[in-house]
């Protein structure tokens, strides 16, 4: 049972290059999020997805989409990098539809913006 | 506008003695409050959770916070520090009905031998 992974672990992107970060989870979750983690700044939700089929925005958005493929599944794209993007990416899930759930967090993707 | 504070950035103290991590949240109705605990270079992991029964909630590890709500406050405790409790607490805030999860800045949690 290995939860919430992610992928790349680590990456480096030069200004304007696109990619995907992964996301997945074997808890059969109904609930997906995404996270960047900033010094001295905690948490930000980027996106999240409520359900299957389903996503919103949440509090920092600017500059990613995201698409929930299937229950297991929910990746972030970041369309033309920025080094303003440079930070940790976790991705969580949670069993419940609602935050009030515990959710559970991947490892983290480490992306550095030159 | 929904926050949480957590009044430390820093916390440090000698393994044996007593932990109090600071938290303070904006006032609701109904929130669920969290504490989880990051390892370095680690993902989140849950300590504890209030959800609206008892204020005194145990959580792992030997942690425990106390709900009040006349101070909107929910302080994370430990009677004795163990080197392998250094790490960053977050104090995580959440509503009832809604997926918007708010996060404290995070208190980095130093155990001296």
């Known amino acids: 049972n290995a939860g919430v992974t992610q992928t790349p672990k680590f990456q480096v992107l030069k200004t304007g290059q696109s990619m995907t970060l992964q996301c997945a989870q074997d808890?059969?979750?109904?609930?997906m999020y995404w996270y960047r983690q900033d010094p001295g700044m905690g948490l930000r939700l980027i996106y999240y997805?409520?359900?299957?089929?389903?996503?919103d925005k949440g509090e920092v958005p600017n500059g990613y989409n995201v698409s929930r493929l299937n229950k297991r599944e929910f990746s972030l794209r970041l369309e033309s990098a920025a080094p303003s993007q440079t930070s940790v990416y976790f991705c969580?899930?949670?069993?419940?539809?609602?935050?009030?759930?515990?959710?559970?967090f991947g490892p983290g993707t480490r992306l550095t913006v030159l | 506008a929904q926050s949480v504070t957590q009044l430390d950035s820093h916390v440090s103290v000698s393994e044996g003695t007593p932990v109090l991590l600071r938290c303070n949240y904006s006032?609701?109705?109904?929130?669920?409050l969290f504490w989880y605990v990051q390892h370095p270079n680690k993902g989140l992991q849950l300590l504890l959770k209030?959800?609206?029964?008892?204020?005194l909630v145990k959580g792992i590890n030997g942690f425990e916070a106390e709900f009040k709500k006349s101070e909107t406050s929910f302080h994370l405790t430990k009677p004795s520090a163990h080197m392998s409790d250094a790490a960053e607490y977050f104090c995580?805030?959440?509503?009832?009905?809604?997926?918007?999860?708010?996060f404290g800045a995070g208190t980095r949690l130093f155990v001296k031998a």
């Open positions: 969580a899930s949670s069993g419940t539809s609602g935050s009030t759930d515990t959710q559970y």
């Open positions: 808890m059969n979750h109904n609930s």
């Open positions: 997805s409520a359900s299957e089929g389903t996503t």
């Open positions: 006032s609701s109705y109904s929130p669920s």
């Open positions: 209030y959800t609206s029964a008892a204020t």
């Open positions: 995580v805030v959440s509503y009832t009905g809604g997926f918007k999860t708010i």
